[in-house]
């Protein structure tokens, strides 16, 4: 009876020992840039667990994982990371260096072909000297002070009536100040949002707004979710919209921002 008892306890404890090695773990460390003035965060994504967080504004991160987990770190403008966690990692922050894509430059093409000759490509490249006389000329004009004095932009009391309002109160003008007055006391004050309020105003954007017009451009969640931290830095939707949630202004707001996001990622959308 004892020995089966042993046992019991024996096999309790090789089972949690075995629980605690599977169980899910955080993996933590740092994403660096080299670049200190980019705060933007950076996308951090589970493969093998479906999961993602944004680091906060200084690369600092952390995600549930467990090993041989392949996590993936995505930035705007920088080549992605893959990495294959190992035991060790779990020991020790992690450190992920992104590096810089290169920027192609357009190739200029000259049109004209020096000759040689001096006098010639003078000719071809300065401006003509009627062209520089008539700048020298509209130059000097508009540095020289004002001789004559302005008319008045005003009508004759001739051709405009007799001023009814006279004496009277605009009524008009004093609802439309009280107006401006009550929407500057409702209307919430514009502050800078923080790491959490920047995540929980994006979720929302993710669950209220309609972003269907982003997956016919074939970008998948990964894609769309990067493309939110970009409309997010270069339109402030987090500072200007969080307290105030207008979902149709956000939407517009996310139409121009993906205008140039389009642009500078060459996409193109499904024709059907």
Same mark, same amino acid.
């Given at each position: 009876?004892?020995?089966?008892?042993?046992?019991?306890?024996?096999?309790?404890?090789?089972?949690?020992?075995?629980?605690?090695?599977?169980?899910?773990?955080?993996?933590?460390? %740092?994403? $660096?840039?080299?670049? *200190? #003035? &980019?705060?933007?965060?950076?996308? @951090?994504?589970?493969?093998? /667990?479906?999961?993602?967080?944004?680091?906060?504004?200084?690369?600092?991160?952390?995600?549930?994982?467990?090993?041989?987990?392949?996590?993936?770190?995505?930035?705007?403008?920088?080549?992605?990371?893959? %990495?294959? $966690?190992?035991?060790? *990692? #779990? &020991?020790?922050?992690?450190?992920? @260096?992104?590096?810089?894509? /290169?920027?192609?430059?357009?190739?200029?093409?000259?049109?004209?072909?020096?000759?040689?000759?001096?006098?010639?490509?003078?000719?071809?490249?300065?401006?003509?000297?009627?062209?520089?006389?008539?700048?020298?000329?509209?130059?000097?004009?508009?540095?020289?002070?004002?001789?004559?004095?302005?008319?008045?932009?005003?009508?004759?009391?001739?051709?405009?009536?007799?001023?009814?309002?006279?004496?009277?109160?605009?009524?008009?003008?004093?609802?439309?100040?009280?107006?401006?007055?009550?929407?500057?006391?409702?209307?919430?004050?514009?502050?800078?949002?923080?790491?959490?309020?920047?995540?929980?105003?994006?979720?929302?954007?993710?669950?209220?707004?309609?972003?269907?017009?982003?997956?016919?451009?074939?970008?998948?969640?990964?894609?769309?979710?990067?493309?939110?931290?970009?409309?997010?830095?270069?339109?402030?939707?987090?500072?200007?919209?969080?307290?105030?949630?207008?979902?149709?202004?956000?939407?517009?707001?996310?139409?121009?921002?993906?205008?140039?996001?389009?642009?500078?990622?060459?996409?193109?959308?499904?024709?059907?």
């Amino acid at each position: 009876m004892e020995m089966i008892y042993t046992k019991r306890v024996l096999f309790l404890v090789l089972f949690c020992i075995a629980s605690g090695l599977w169980a899910q773990q955080k993996i933590s460390g %740092k994403v $660096i840039t080299g670049n *200190e #003035f &980019d705060l933007t965060p950076v996308l @951090i994504v589970n493969i093998s /667990e479906g999961k993602s967080i944004l680091s906060d504004m200084s690369g600092k991160f952390e995600i549930d994982a467990k090993e041989n987990d392949e996590i993936r770190f995505v930035k705007e403008g920088y080549y992605r990371v893959d %990495k294959k $966690i190992n035991r060790e *990692e #779990f &020991d020790s922050p992690l450190n992920i @260096i992104l590096k810089r894509m /290169e920027i192609q430059i357009p190739e200029v093409k000259i049109t004209y072909k020096p000759t040689g000759n001096l006098a010639r490509d003078n000719q071809r490249l300065n401006e003509s000297r009627k062209l520089q006389s008539l700048k020298s000329d509209m130059e000097d004009y508009m540095k020289s002070p004002l001789n004559q004095p302005l008319p008045t932009n005003t009508v004759s009391k001739t051709f405009t009536g007799h001023d009814y309002n006279v004496g009277q109160v605009n009524l008009f003008g004093v609802f439309n100040a009280v107006s401006g007055l009550v929407k500057k006391v409702t209307k919430p004050k514009i502050t800078k949002a923080n790491y959490n309020e920047t995540q929980d105003f994006l979720k929302r954007v993710r669950n209220q707004v309609n972003l269907n017009f982003l997956k016919k451009y074939g970008m998948d969640e990964e894609q769309i979710d990067t493309f939110l931290l970009y409309a997010d830095k270069t339109r402030s939707l987090a500072k200007r919209y969080r307290k105030d949630f207008q979902i149709d202004v956000i939407e517009y707001e996310l139409k121009i921002a993906f205008g140039e996001y389009s642009k500078m990622n060459k996409l193109e959308g499904n024709k059907e």
